[in-house]
Nanobody
């Protein structure tokens, strides 16, 4: 069974960068589509970025498009989220999630229930 562990969160000033990692273990990672979600205090969890198992096709929420980059290294069983030009509104707990999903996933319309494995989350705080 797939297991996911996030790392790389922390405190960063506005305009700064962070790279989150989602390390997978347990099964054939390359079959899984992986997504990053985030949840800010008193807000619902939202999809941020995703990468499909097929051809590594990526998708982003409009709020992060042009600033965040999702990538995967199947040899290292790891998905990355490079976050640039960070804003205070990016402050949230970031979760990675994996699922055996047919077709191409999207950041904001693929339902959360399609992802059956979730990491524990990593805190990202953007503040001066």
């Amino acid at each position: 069974q797939l297991q996911l562990v996030e790392s790389g969160g922390g405190l960063v000033q506005p305009g700064g960068s962070l790279r989150l990692s989602c390390a997978a273990s347990g099964v054939s990672f390359h079959y899984y589509s992986i997504a990053w979600f985030r949840q800010a205090p008193e807000k619902e969890r939202e999809g941020v970025a995703c990468i499909s198992s097929k051809a590594g096709i990526t998708d982003y929420a409009d709020s992060v498009k042009g600033r965040f980059i999702i990538s995967r290294d199947n040899a290292k069983n790891t998905v990355y989220l490079q976050m640039n030009s960070l804003k205070p509104e990016d402050t949230a707990i970031y979760y990675c999630a994996g699922g055996l999903i047919d077709g191409i996933v999207t950041a904001t319309t693929t339902p959360e229930y399609e992802y059956d494995t979730w990491g524990q989350g990593t805190q990202v705080t953007v503040s001066s």
